[in-house]
């Protein structure tokens, strides 16, 4: 198993009983967080990103930043741009000279997208408040995913939650097949000033790329 941009953007966006007061508990939190977020501006987050598999001995770990304005983003991660202008999807690759031109379809209806990052939950998940740690004088509180989908690859998520801010802290995905990926927020910045143009692709910049239109 390798890290790819499929993977950092499942993460950004199984029927089980939970006490409903535990389960009321986590969705509000996430309820709260939720709606905090989605008044600001815009979001600019800078990020590392962790894959780790024990069973087959793999460890990765990279870093990215995003910046997020209601449906669009613009995420760099493993020398690679994701722009999404809230129609069309751009996969910028230097290395390679591409730009794939696609639109988010239905294989990526239940990813978790940077601008899904913080309703992806709102559908097909139990919930459940888990510890509660102090990491660096922060209290960060977690809530505990469980997909309802008996055929999902995930076993849980937990989202960390920063107590006092009501910020995201780290999103912790843990698959089936032993797999941990996390997602831990190293800067969260809102209301930054931002170019009108920033969601907008400039073909008159990738001239000599290859431009793959998907569809």
């Known amino acids: 198993m390798t890290m790819t941009i499929k993977h950092i953007v499942t993460l950004f966006i199984l029927t089980v009983s939970v006490p409903v007061f535990a389960q009321n508990q ?37 870093r990215g930043d995003v910046i997020m ?26 290395e390679d000279e591409e730009v794939t031109i696609s639109t988010e379809g239905e294989d990526e209806e239940d990813a978790i997208t ?39 690859e995930l076993k849980s998520i937990l989202l960390g939650i920063d107590a006092q801010t009501k910020h995201i802290y780290n999103l912790i995905q843990i698959g089936k097949n032993g797999a941990k990926t996390t997602l831990t927020v190293n800067s969260f910045k809102t209301d930054q ?5 920033l969601f907008t692709f400039d073909a008159n910049k990738y001239q000599d790329y290859y431009i793959n239109k998907l569809d």
């Open 26 to 62: 986590g969705k509000a939190l996430l309820d709260e967080v939720s709606q905090k977020v989605k008044a600001y501006e815009n979001i600019s987050i800078d990020f590392k990103y962790t894959l780790e598999n024990i069973s087959e001995n793999i460890k990765q770990e990279t």
């Open 69 to 94: 304005q209601g449906e669009k983003y613009k995420l760099n991660i493993l020398g690679v741009t994701r722009l999404f202008d809230g129609t069309k999807l751009y996969t910028i690759s230097p």
């Open 193 to 197: 000033p931002i170019s009108k143009t």
């Open 114 to 152: 940077p601008s899904k990052m913080l309703s992806f939950y709102e559908d097909g998940y139990t919930y459940e408040l888990d510890i509660q740690q102090n990491i660096k004088g922060r209290k960060i509180q977690y809530v505990k995913l469980i997909p309802i989908d008996s055929n999902s």
